[in-house]
């Protein structure tokens, strides 16, 4: 399984970017997607989250300010960043929690991480 995420890069203040994760490989199903981040000097932390029947949870900081969405057809999640701040400025990782695949006529579930994407807000 690899999860491919894209969609970041450098803006403004104010500024809005978009971000997509694809999960690719021999999959099955797939439970919650979300998308974290590691900003400079902290943990990583949850962003937000998806489920495969589409409850959402955010964290405070996001504070209306991002919209996650997913198309299960597709494998894909979107997070749509709105009103950026400096402070939003960090890698943002896309996860899949129980990906479950059939290989071998056996099947497997595992989580798995994107590769990251960098974030630059700049004041």
């Known amino acids: 399984v690899q999860l491919q995420a894209s969609g970041g890069g450098l803006v403004q203040a104010g500024g809005s970017l978009r971000l997509s994760c694809i999960a690719y490989g021999n999959i099955v199903s797939v439970d919650d997607m979300g998308w974290y981040r590691q900003t400079p000097g902290k943990e990583r932390e949850l962003v937000a989250l998806?489920?495969?029947?589409?409850?959402?949870d955010y964290a405070d900081f996001v504070e209306y300010r991002f919209t996650i969405s997913r198309d299960n057809a597709k494998r894909t999640i979107y997070l749509q960043m709105n009103s950026l701040i400096p402070e939003d400025t960090g890698v943002y990782y896309c996860r899949a929690n129980r990906v479950t695949l059939y290989s071998d006529g056996r099947y497997y579930t595992n989580d798995y991480w994107g590769q990251g994407t960098q974030v630059t807000v700049s004041s």
């Open positions: 998806i489920t495969r029947g589409g409850t959402i």
